[in-house]
């Protein structure tokens, strides 16, 4: 597979400046390739957030917004980078993310690890944690959020059927940057009047740039055509990881019986 060939620039900003920081902590620093370093602090601790569907496509652990700040320990983003998307399968995914979370973790000498996820990230936190208890490896798990039923059904008030990646990649980078009641108005559009985007998102990104533009500058975000480069990695990163979830004749089947 190959990885979309769109660069986002991010206006000379540097994603790590943009998290806060208590002022008591140590700068903190990537020990492992691939595992993004939000806050470092002298607790025996190490967390560890999976992304979603879109693989972080504003920076790795910018949707997490201040939280890192109000933990303690060592806290860090694993990052949907160009090994992570060259896996094949859900399982070797999250082979490679338990490896380096495991490398990280030696390097800080911590004792107590958190794993926690949203969306897909939730799928993967939690894949993980049992390969650790398999190892005997003790771990915390949080789920943010996640699906207990996929694919969803249609429900107008929660849930919907997939619009396609271009559209979904901009409507959660939209509720991501609070605008989530123009996302549900669109949704709701989208449910009431049938293939409402048959003409692609350029409409969609163009309307939400103009609702969520002044929010995107904390996430380094200056320009509509910056906006469309990331929903551009965001509807490749989701396309990719889709994929890996698709159950396979050897993989993933449904208990018998």
């Given at each position: 597979?190959?990885?979309?060939?769109?660069?986002?620039?991010?206006?000379?900003?540097?994603?790590q400046q943009l998290q806060p920081?208590?002022?008591?902590?140590?700068?903190?620093?990537?020990?492992?390739?691939?595992?993004?370093?939000?806050?470092?602090?002298?607790?025996?601790?190490?967390?560890?957030?999976?992304?979603?569907?879109?693989?972080?496509?504003?920076?790795?652990?910018?949707?997490?917004?201040?939280?890192?700040?109000?933990?303690?320990?060592?806290?860090?983003?694993?990052?949907?980078?160009?090994?992570?998307?060259?896996?094949?399968s859900i399982e070797a995914l999250a082979k490679l993310y338990k490896g380096r979370i495991l490398q990280d973790r030696a390097k800080k000498q911590a004792e107590d690890v958190l794993l926690a996820g949203r969306s897909m990230g939730a799928l993967l936190a939690c894949m993980i944690a049992l390969e650790l208890q398999k190892e005997q490896t003790h771990c915390s798990l949080v789920i943010l959020d996640s699906e207990v039923v996929w694919p969803s059904k249609l429900d107008n008030s929660f849930?919907?059927?997939?619009?396609?990646?271009?559209?979904?990649?901009?409507?959660?980078?939209?509720?991501?940057?609070?605008?989530?009641?123009f996302v549900e108005e669109q949704v709701q559009l989208a449910v009431t009047r049938g293939h409402f985007f048959d003409e692609g998102a350029s409409r969609l990104q163009t309307a939400a740039f103009g609702q969520i533009a002044s929010n995107l500058t904390a996430f380094g975000v200056n320009s509509l055509k910056e906006f469309r480069s990331i929903c551009t990695l965001a509807t490749s990163n989701c396309a990719r990881l889709r994929q890996l979830l698709r159950p396979t004749s050897g993989s993933m089947r449904a208990p018998s019986g």
């Open positions: 597979p190959e990885r979309s060939s769109t660069k986002v620039k991010r206006g000379g900003v540097n994603i920081s208590a002022t008591d902590d140590t700068a903190p620093v990537d020990f492992v390739q691939g595992i993004r370093a939000l806050r470092d602090g002298p607790e025996s601790s190490c967390a560890y957030f999976l992304h979603g569907l879109d693989g972080d496509a504003l920076g790795p652990g910018m949707s997490l917004g201040s939280l890192p700040s109000m933990m303690s320990g060592r806290v860090c983003a694993v990052e949907y980078d160009d090994e992570a998307f060259a896996c094949e849930c919907y059927d997939w619009l396609g990646g271009e559209v979904e990649a901009t409507f959660w980078l939209s509720r991501l940057a609070g605008a989530k009641d």
